[in-house]
């Protein structure tokens, strides 16, 4: 019944071999654990060309999801399974520079900061902590179709805060069930970078240039009332929903992202839209503001292979890979500058737009905080919507909370 | 070998398994919670770990978001549970005696409750957005759409009305088997005795189902408290935190805001309010015998 | 009066089961006719085929786990005289009544510590003993008479054997519901395996499903039904199939 004493001297020594090999294989070559967003068919790829290029280098890539990525990452850094290198948004990357565990990626900034986009959000107390991918704008999507059933220039999309009240007014009343104007509401991540596209053209900001609180000044408060003078012709909902009705011809316009491009000419090849550029106050104030985020890498200092993350990180975001990553994925643009002059980018009507788009586009303020901040501004704005309070009361709420979460992030 | 065994008597061989990860999964997490509960905790930041005492407790009072997911998860529980049971004894009064296809009809009842929460509320989600087939039908009625989820007034009902949904057939299907144990020759008296059909489910099926009612409630409340994968997928609390529950508030302080002690907290207030309402629960519908049955999803 | 109960039942069950159909239709509604173009997108961008062994993966150890073990502990609770047992039992009970969720942080820590995060151990071990099993268990062999046992054990059979080999065979309905109530609540459990895991393979159905609606910035209606229908379809084919034995079981626990 018993093994006999040799047969399980014979096994044990097995299993030690078995392990020295693992070992030394291990040794030999280094394994880069990779968070991302993007579906395996189009990073893989990518990765497999690195793995070519660096035969003592293995990457292990793993797929995250926009709306619950934030809370996989923060746990795995709690409990020491985080990866190598990671994909952050731009909004979520300060808290991280903040609680110290990225690696310093300074030098690299240096070399780079000309050449790229987009470094606003991986900077912290004169550190850089991040490496800007890809990125993208919020533009207008407008429906050529229903700006002509609706006696409008489908030529010429509205450039003033005040045309696209009348295109909305216009196209809302066609009928039921097709509306003006897309709202988002009652989701995260998503209504403040709709909202903020009018706060920051009409002059306006969450903190002024010395940090001070600015959520709550006139020109703000402008913004928002003008927000609230389009809902009465406006679908307010959740992103797919507002996707949807646009993709059924059932929405006018709407201020969406480059993922609709691609959605679209699959599953609507027929849809006559165009974009445009974020309309501004009027045509002798303000500006084409929207909000742009921007995808960066990181590399977490608890790594084994900062080397070899490093490597993969500039690899990835150098432009020839971040060009294939874009053009496969269909919703975003390389941070290189190089993206700008690229006819490959530059000759598609609809994404020369959002090109164009991301060089009066914003990002949000570099704060620890932010991602609370960010819920604060979306109770402003959906608490307005909803005609719970008057505006002005909303946003000095706002104001003051968003005070409050900057009181916790003390200067380290 | 024999020997070997008896060394510990049998039930404690028996009780092991379970003692073993009872007490590692939970004793010890149990314990854990409550000394974090006493701590400022950021995963990221172990080392800045300080004791704070009972300001974690205190912050309960004060916090309105706190507050408005207490709120929402008493309604949740308050609209949910008694309609479900309430729904759940009618239809198991239809599915009385011999009636034709009554296996296709109880199959058809007990199927949401086999789908995973996660399943549901996506569909669900789609279900009542504006496009979706909740409104397409009401406009075939004429009447104007609506977006259910949406609308902070109507976004908890919506849910409520899901779970219902999800939840009714299995517990008629439970109520359905215990009624089967009520001997005919009950019925056939209050038919003798000319009980309508009011009067039969009043004096004779509801009495002897108390039991079996106290259970489906008891089971209910307590997975109706901890309401969170519904509004994860469908609302994530919104809108104005009309959906926002305990759970999901828990869910929230400790994995996006990192703040362990303070979620350790919540968690407890959970179990506490859960333990009062089931309680409760049993109280009103207290009976001498045990009721064994399959616990819901 | 049976033709009014029928009609309203079958009203009823047409209220059940329209959204289910609508959630099946708009799964095959593609631009370009009806199709099962949808299945295939999905089918590729899960992996829902990993997902789906990782599920049965963790049914069959969840369930076996609580065969064994809730029988020992139940079996032991009904029969034998312990020291404290009515205490133990109680606990048993108090568990019952806890939301899990109460133990989620501590129990993430916990894992962690143990370098069992995004493992199947971490998916199973937590689970292996639900103390509502043991409380069925317990209720069922109480009912059962002794003299089986008893005769085993004048025979000279050990604990174990009388067990496993005279106890567990007159177990078959209790274990029906234990075995339905585990593979339920595991099959269909997503707060615990979507903290514990992170990698997508390690994901379950309803994690995985979960993951797809949240993965780009916005997703297709058809492709989500169709996820959603993908990640039902093996329980829902089982309970067809086991459907009279399923609500048979449950009728045979509750009534006895």
Redesign the interface.
């Known amino acids: 019944m018993m093994p006999s004493r040799g047969a399980r001297l014979v096994v044990a020594a097995a299993v030690l071999a078995l392990v020295a090999c693992a070992k030394k294989d291990a040794s030999d070559r280094a394994v880069v654990h990779f ?1 991302q967003f993007w ?1 395996l ?1 189009v990073i893989q790829p990518l990765v497999d060309e690195f793995e070519a290029q660096n035969p003592e280098v293995d990457v292990v890539v ?2 995250l ?4 990525g ?3 990452i ?8 985080q990866p190598d290198l990671c994909e952050l948004g731009s909004t979520w990357l300060p808290r991280f520079s903040y ?3 990225l690696e310093d990626l300074t030098t690299v900034y240096e070399a780079e900061r000309d050449s790229f986009l987009m470094w606003e959000s991986a900077l912290w107390n004169g550190r850089a902590y991040g490496l800007p991918w890809v990125q993208g704008s919020r533009v207008l999507f407008v429906n050529r179709a229903l700006f002509r059933r609706a006696g409008l220039d489908p030529d010429r999309p509205p450039q003033t805060w005040d045309e696209l009240l009348t295109a909305s007014q216009k196209i809302g009343e066609l009928g ?2 097709i509306y003006g104007f897309g709202q988002n ?4 991540y998503v209504l403040y970078k709709k909202f903020m596209a009018f706060a920051w053209g009409n002059g306006g900001d969450v903190f002024d240039e010395s940090g001070t609180v600015v959520l709550n000044s006139p020109a703000v408060l402008e913004a928002l009332e003008f927000y609230l003078k389009l809902a009465p012709f406006s ?7 507002l ?3 646009f993709k ?1 011809g ?1 929405l006018g316009m709407q201020v969406s ?1 480059a ?2 491009l691609k ?1 679209y000419k ?4 027929d849809l006559d839209y165009s974009v445009a550029l974020v309309p501004k106050p009027s045509a002798d104030h303000g500006s084409h503001a929207s909000f742009a985020g921007a995808e960066m890498l990181v590399v977490f200092k608890a790594s084994k292979h900062k080397d070899a993350a490093v490597a993969l990180a500039r690899f990835l975001q150098a432009y020839p890979q971040a060009k294939k990553l874009s053009i496969a994925a269909g ?1 975003v643009f390389p941070a290189d500058r190089a993206a700008m002059n690229d006819s490959d980018f530059t000759n598609d009507p609809r994404v020369r737009v959002f090109v164009e788009q991301s060089l009066t586009s914003r990002t949000t303020p570099a704060h620890p905080g932010w ?2 901040m960010e819920e604060a501004i979306d ?1 402003a704005v ?2 307005s919507l ?1 005609g ?1 309070r008057a505006p002005r009361w909303c946003l000095d709420d706002a104001a003051k909370e968003v005070q409050e979460i900057a009181a916790r992030f003390p200067k380290k | 070998m024999a020997t070997r065994r008896l060394v510990l008597p049998p039930v404690a061989w028996f009780l092991l398994p379970w003692a073993a990860v009872y007490a590692a999964f939970f004793v010890f997490p149990f314990v854990f919670s409550f000394v974090l509960a006493f701590l400022d905790y950021n995963p990221l930041n172990v080392a800045g770990t300080r004791f704070v005492g009972t300001e974690n407790f205190a912050r309960l009072f004060g916090d309105s978001a706190f507050h408005g997911a207490l709120r929402n998860t008493v309604l949740f529980v308050a609209g949910t549970v008694p309609v479900t049971t309430a729904a759940a004894l009618g239809l198991a009064a239809l599915l009385r005696g011999a009636i034709p296809m009554k296996g296709v009809f109880k199959a058809a009842l007990f199927l949401p409750s086999i789908l995973s929460v996660v399943v549901i509320s996506l569909l669900f989600k789609l279900f009542y957005a504006p496009g979706g087939a909740l409104n397409e039908f009401l406009a075939r009625l004429g009447i104007e759409g609506h977006g259910w989820l949406t609308d902070p007034r109507t976004a908890l009902p919506a849910i409520m009305a899901m779970d219902v949904w999800a939840a009714v057939g299995y517990y008629a299907i439970v109520l359905d088997a215990a009624r089967t144990s009520i001997p005919d020759s009950l019925y056939e008296a209050a038919e003798l005795e000319g009980a309508g059909t009011w009067a039969t489910f009043r004096h004779v099926t509801f009495p002897l189902l108390k039991p079996a009612i106290a259970f489906v409630l008891v089971i209910n409340t307590i997975r109706s408290f901890q309401v969170f994968v519904e509004v994860l997928v469908m609302t994530q609390g919104g809108p104005l935190g009309s959906t926002n529950t305990l759970v999901l508030y828990l869910y929230d302080t400790a994995f996006r805001r990192l703040d362990y002690g303070y979620a350790s907290v919540v968690a407890y207030a959970v179990f506490l309010l859960s333990g009062i309402f089931s309680i409760v629960a049993m109280r009103r519908f207290r009976s001498e015998t045990a009721v064994e049955g399959a616990r819901p999803l | 009066m049976r033709l009014v109960r029928m009609a309203l039942l079958a009203l009823l069950v047409a209220v059940m089961a329209y959204p289910l159909a609508w959630m099946i239709a708009t799964s095959l509604e593609t631009a370009e006719g009806p199709s099962l173009r949808y299945y295939g997108e999905v089918w590729q961008a899960g992996p829902f085929d990993r997902y789906f062994i990782n599920s049965l993966a963790v049914a069959v150890i969840v369930l076996l786990g609580n065969i064994v073990c809730c029988t020992m502990a139940g079996y032991a609770f009904a029969r034998f005289r312990i020291r404290g047992g009515k205490f133990l039992f109680l606990l048993v009970l108090s568990t019952i009544m806890l939301p899990k969720q109460v133990i989620l942080v501590p129990l993430y820590i916990l894992m962690q510590k143990m370098g069992l995060i995004d493992t199947y151990w971490a998916l199973t071990l937590p689970f292996l003993v639900d103390p509502f099993n043991i409380f069925l268990i317990r209720q069922y062999v109480s009912t059962l008479p002794a003299d089986c046992e008893e005769a085993a054990r004048i025979d000279g059979a050990g604990e174990f054997t009388i067990l496993f080999r005279v106890v567990f065979p007159m177990l078959k309905p209790v274990l029906a519901v234990v075995a339905i109530h585990t593979c339920l609540t595991n099959w269909n459990s997503f707060l615990f395996p979507f903290i514990l895991t992170h990698s997508s393979n390690m994901r379950t159905l309803p994690v995985g499903l979960a993951m797809l609606s949240q993965g780009a910035h916005s997703i297709d209606w058809g492709h989500l039904m169709a996820g959603a229908v993908i990640s039902a379809l093996p329980v829902v084919a089982a309970f067809l199939v086991l459907q009279r034995r399923i609500i048979g079981g449950l009728t045979a626990g509750i009534s006895k």
């Open positions: 968070w579906d068919a793993e797929q999801t926009w709306a619950t934030l809370e996989k923060q746990a795995a850094l709690a409990s020491g399974t609680e110290g565990v039921t069930g509401i009652g989701e995260r679908l307010q909902e959740k992103q797919e929903v996707d949807q009705y059924t059932r992202g993922w609709n959605n699959l599953e609507a090849p919703s991602i609370e109770r959906e608490e909803y719970r």
